[in-house]
């Protein structure tokens, strides 16, 4: 079974917004970096946003800054992503991942993660 598991998407119009959640399964959540990702058709699996083990740490993408919030919820081994002010542009399949236990300088590459949920779609459109 997967690990994670993303759920909360849908079809919401422009300056909408949703919250998607992040759960996971067969491991404990509290000591793990975990990172949101997108991709839309044709295009390249983009980094979204990332959340430290405690949550005192995060980063987002240029694209989301100050419309995205990322948080967590140890206790019920969840991470969310909070997404308002949405755009067309943000139409995606949305995924949440773990990151690999070891240094990198950025947090954004899908490549560092190692557990991966099978996704969720977010279609912004009038």
């Known amino acids: 079974q997967a690990h994670l598991v993303e759920s909360g998407g849908g079809l919401v119009q422009p300056g909408g917004s949703l919250r998607l959640s992040c759960t996971a399964s067969?491991?404990?959540?509290?000591?793990?970096?975990i990172g949101w990702f997108r991709q839309a058709p044709g295009k390249e699996r983009e980094g979204v946003s990332y959340?430290?083990?405690?949550?005192?740490?995060?980063n987002y993408a240029d694209s989301v800054q100050g419309r995205f919030t990322i948080s967590r919820d140890n206790d019920k081994n969840t991470v969310y992503l909070r997404m308002n002010s949405l755009k067309p542009e943000d139409t995606a399949v949305y995924y949440c991942?773990?990151?690999?236990?070891?240094?990198?300088?950025?947090?954004?590459?899908?490549?560092?993660?190692?557990?991966w949920g099978q996704g969720t779609q977010v279609t912004v459109s009038s």
């Open positions: 959340i430290s083990s405690t949550g005192g740490s995060t």
């Open positions: 991942a773990r990151r690999r236990n070891y240094a990198s300088p950025y947090w954004g590459y899908w490549g560092d993660y190692d557990s």
């Open positions: 067969a491991f404990t959540l509290d000591y793990y970096s």
